[in-house]
């Protein structure tokens, strides 16, 4: 049995609760804008962390006197080289989609028109899951190649999630390294968990959830596909543009 939660631990479960809280309703729909307005937009996710973490220097946590919830001793204890790892996935994401990257490639995928769909997903999902594995986390992954593969489906004149729904799900498979995913990062820091640990659970897992994962990419034939024809009809496509569709199922 843990026993009852002491008031440190009630504290960090109150501050993180309202750090979610914050992240949900930070921009919630356009009728409902959030909080973001108060302060012109300019506050992200990233504002609400560095203010409950600020909040946890300052709140006691009343087992010696003057005692905070964490300190710089503390802090120093922490996997910074992983967080920084982390962290520098995520900008480097941001960085290929803010200085038009992504834009720049995108607009040498048309020689993808002619290619099958059977083809493309499986290799849309190594692709992602390749990324993840071994440069950057499952979150910058999904980051940087979402718009390309958005891009590709307008090529291909198909559903944007024939693509999307592979490519963000072979991203997930994060198990190789700790800067794979948040998850990885929180298990090698315990000390418990090493590198090859997760190699080897890898080896051992990967072969059963890409073929998962290639199942998964025959079954999205079921969305359909829209081709771009001259008429009257228009959806929303995935950059938010109305586009003359028709729907066609595969």
């Known amino acids: 049995m843990l026993g009852p939660m002491t008031f440190a631990e009630k504290m960090v479960l109150a501050l993180f609760s309202m750090l979610i809280f914050l992240w949900m309703t930070r921009s919630i729909t356009d009728d409902i804008p959030g909080w973001g307005v108060l302060f012109d937009r300019r506050a992200g996710d990233g504002t609400a962390s560095a203010m409950v973490a600020t909040l946890l220097f300052v709140f006691p946590s009343k087992k010696q006197k003057g005692e905070k919830l964490i300190d710089w001793n503390k802090c120093k204890q922490l996997p910074w080289n992983i967080i920084l790892l982390l962290g520098a996935g995520l900008a480097i994401a941001d960085g290929v989609r803010s200085s038009g990257l992504a834009d720049i490639l995108s607009k040498t995928l048309d020689f993808l028109e002619a290619v099958p769909y059977l083809a493309m997903a499986p290799a849309v999902c190594l692709i992602s ?81 890409e073929f998962n994962d290639l199942k998964m990419n025959v079954s999205c034939k079921n969305l359909g596909t829209r081709k771009c024809i001259d008429d009257d009809e228009y959806c929303n496509s995935a950059d938010g543009q109305g586009e003359k569709v028709e729907v066609q199922k595969l």
């Open 129 to 209: 899951s390749t990324i993840t594995e071994l440069i950057t986390s499952n979150n910058a992954t999904t980051t940087l190649i979402v718009p390309l593969l958005i891009q590709m489906a307008k090529t291909m004149h198909v559903h944007p999630l024939l693509l999307m729904v592979p490519g963000g799900i072979g991203a997930q498979f994060a198990f190789l390294l700790p800067t794979s995913t948040p998850s990885n990062t929180v298990g090698f820091a315990t000390g418990h968990v090493e590198i090859r640990d997760m190699i080897k659970e890898r080896l051992s897992s990967g072969q059963m959830h």
